[in-house]
């Protein structure tokens, strides 16, 4: 059954999940601040000179960034048609990581839990992830690393032969000469790879005239590695694509709808025009 619609629920829903009105555009700009802000605080409590001074201060405005996000998640919860849907989306279990610890850390006492509730405060930056409700040009890399995922899948399956035959090549050269670097094939491949991305650590080298030669290629070869796969993308990206806005459906919570709808494309419920 399509459930009543409630004006404070629509209207809370378009401020705080979409931004094409100047009241949703306010409230991401000010969560967006503070978003920031908690992160920063996060970072300097963790310098022990600065916790030591303002460990207090630190301790007050965490638990006031703990408040703020709370609400907004029992809002975000509140403003839904399914509210479970959201709790369990990547952007619900990150929103309620954001402000668990805080709680969590309320009911371990003592010496011996100052470990855990170090370790529970840690995942305070999870926040920092919050800020994907603002980067929808995010989405157009993650969209154009969807569409190219077949020929990067090829590349990097050919990339993976690459290496083991290398690998397996180098094994054969430089184990003919004793070099105990190339000990084994698995520690070939971790060579090559090492020398075919350019990174080269240096803790394995090849001794031989032969060998140090197929480095030479391998280090050449390294640079297309690079470029094949930036080039696969950036062809997506330039890809002409429709113009979408930041309406979100109340029942699905997708968004990414064009700017001329009126149903969800994804559940066929109505949106919140």
């Not at 989306?89 to 100052?114: C, K, Q, R, Y």
């Not at 569409?147 to 003919?176: D, H, N, P, Q």
């Amino acid at each position: 059954m399509k459930p009543k619609p409630h004006p404070v629920k629509e209207k809370l829903h378009e401020i705080i999940f979409e931004a094409d009105t100047p009241e949703g555009k306010l409230f991401d700009v000010i969560l967006l601040i503070l978003i920031l802000l908690s992160v920063f605080v996060v970072m300097l409590e963790s310098v022990e000179a600065y916790k030591a001074r303002w460990g207090m201060v630190f301790f007050i405005l965490e638990w006031i960034f703990t408040v703020i996000f709370t609400i907004e998640y029992i809002l975000r919860l509140y403003t839904v048609y399914r509210p479970i849907k959201y709790a369990t989306s990547l952007f619900g279990i990150i929103d309620l990581l954001s402000i668990l610890p805080a709680f969590l850390g309320i009911f371990f006492t003592g010496a011996h839990s100052l470990i855990v509730i170090r370790a529970l405060r840690l995942m305070r930056v999870f926040r920092i992830f919050k800020l994907g409700h603002f980067l929808k040009e995010g989405r157009v890399i993650v969209k154009a690393l969807k569409a190219s995922r077949a020929k990067i899948t090829v590349f990097l399956s050919f990339v993976i032969l690459m290496v083991t035959i290398i690998g397996s090549v180098m094994y054969l050269i430089e184990g003919a000469y004793g070099n105990e670097g190339f000990s084994s094939i698995p520690r070939s491949m971790y060579w090559a790879i090492v020398t075919l991305t350019t990174v080269g650590y240096g803790d394995i080298t090849p001794v031989s005239e032969i060998g140090q030669f197929l480095s030479a290629l391998v280090m050449i070869l390294g640079y297309a590695i690079i470029a094949v796969p930036t080039g696969i993308v950036t062809t997506e990206l330039i890809r002409p694509s429709s113009k979408n806005n930041t309406q979100a459906c109340r029942f699905c919570g997708e968004e990414g709808h064009d700017d001329d709808a009126v149903f969800c494309k994804y559940c066929g419920q109505k949106l919140n025009l």
